[in-house]
């Protein structure tokens, strides 16, 4: 299997675009997570689907995010209007089952807002 | 709200020495707690996954344990190599979250030649 594939690996982007990254989890995977990564904040969960629907969105930071998951093997995580603190590399991640089982994580998308 | 702890941030160690990487967490009601590796610029790899019902799960040269009722994690890691070199990161899944796990901060190994 190919693993989680995520795009664009890298965005480079100005304040006040729109922003879209996107997930492929692991075929089969049921479960999908969208983590964002900072140095100050570490490792933080966005948003949680589980059989394509959203479980969890308690860390979406702002009305400025939104995810989807249209079908089972794709997922967006959308963020309107970009601002420069949004920097960061976000991750997706998948696995199978409800609980208790290995996740795994894509390489990530690195997005600047300048 | 479950809150993880590594200590320390970052360790640096000569190559072939053992060491061990710690992991505390709040809250003990758990259903797995899983040790990730992340290199420079990639994702996180697991590792290992250690069950609320298993005390220790072993993967080559590492070694992790789970003490709940004390809240820790200890992860082992055996003669170790400049490959070793990476952050690792644990992650505590707690039953009152559903499937969603709770990150360290990681600790930032650096094995010297």
């Known amino acids: 299997d190919a693993g989680v594939i995520q795009s664009p690996r890298h965005e480079v982007t100005e304040m006040g675009q729109e922003v879209t990254l996107r997930c492929k989890p692991i075929?089969?995977?049921?479960?999908l997570f969208w983590y964002r990564q900072t140095m100050m904040r570490g490792l933080e969960l966005l948003i949680y689907?589980?059989?394509?629907?959203?479980?969890?969105d308690s860390g979406m930071p702002e009305d400025r995010f939104s995810a989807k998951m249209p079908n089972a093997s794709f997922s967006t995580l959308k963020i309107q209007p970009s601002e420069p603190r949004d920097s960061a590399v976000y991750f997706c991640?998948?696995?199978?089952?409800?609980?208790?089982?290995?996740?795994?994580f894509g390489e990530g998308s690195w997005l600047t807002v300048v | 709200k479950q809150e993880v702890t590594q200590i320390p941030a970052a360790l640096s160690v000569p190559e072939g020495e053992n060491l061990v990487l710690n992991c505390s967490f709040t809250d003990s009601a758990i259903y797995n707690l899983q040790w990730f590796r992340q290199d420079p610029g990639k994702g996180l790899t697991s590792l290992l996954l250690?069950?609320?019902?298993?005390r220790e799960q072993t993967s080559g040269r590492l070694n992790a344990s789970l003490d709940k009722s004390s809240g820790r994690s200890t992860l082992y890691i055996a003669a170790s190599q400049p490959g070793d070199s990476a952050t690792y990161l644990c992650a505590a899944g707690s039953v009152n979250a559903g499937n969603m796990l709770t990150f360290g901060g990681g600790t930032r190994l650096m094995v010297k030649p």
């Open positions: 075929s089969g995977h049921n479960s």
């Open positions: 689907f589980n059989n394509n629907v959203p479980i969890d």
């Open positions: 250690i069950q609320s019902s298993q």
């Open positions: 991640a998948s696995s199978l089952g409800n609980s208790g089982n290995t996740i795994y």
